[in-house]
């Protein structure tokens, strides 16, 4: 059975930071190119981040470039993205989702609006206020 389990999430102040961690089990995880969504309320979901199999080439939404940092461990399997310097508008529930095609990862096809991903969890929620 697939599961992405996601933890880290919580309240935070403006300019803190939260560490967000995805779980990731019943599948070959090293071989999924993995992404960090987040859907704020009433909004649609947004692709911020994404990372390549063996734990390079990240790439970043303009909204979170220089605050937020992508990484993985494929002997943990779990999926981790660090956010620093957090903003009210970073407000919204974190999920991270997973596919297997390299040529979705290179033509970009991910940043589709209309893109389904092989796997993604349930979500872990982030609220920035102060």
């Known amino acids: 059975q697939v599961q992405l389990v996601e933890s880290g999430g919580g309240l935070v102040q403006p300019g803190g930071s939260l560490r967000l961690s995805c779980a990731a089990s019943g599948f070959t995880f090293k071989t999924y190119y993995m992404s960090w969504v987040r859907q704020a309320p009433g909004k649609g979901p947004e692709w911020i981040s994404i990372i390549n199999t063996g734990g390079y080439d990240p790439r970043y939404a303009d909204a979170v470039k220089g605050r937020f940092t992508i990484s993985r461990d494929n002997v943990k399997n779990t999926l981790y993205l660090q956010m620093n310097a957090l903003k009210p508008e970073d407000t919204a529930l974190y999920y991270c989702?997973?596919?297997?095609?390299?040529?979705?990862?290179?033509?970009?096809?991910?940043?589709?609006?209309?893109?389904?991903?092989?796997?993604r969890g349930q979500g872990t929620q982030v609220t920035v206020t102060s």
């Open positions: 989702a997973g596919f297997y095609s390299f040529r979705t990862f290179y033509s970009g096809g991910y940043l589709s609006d209309d893109f389904e991903y092989d796997y």
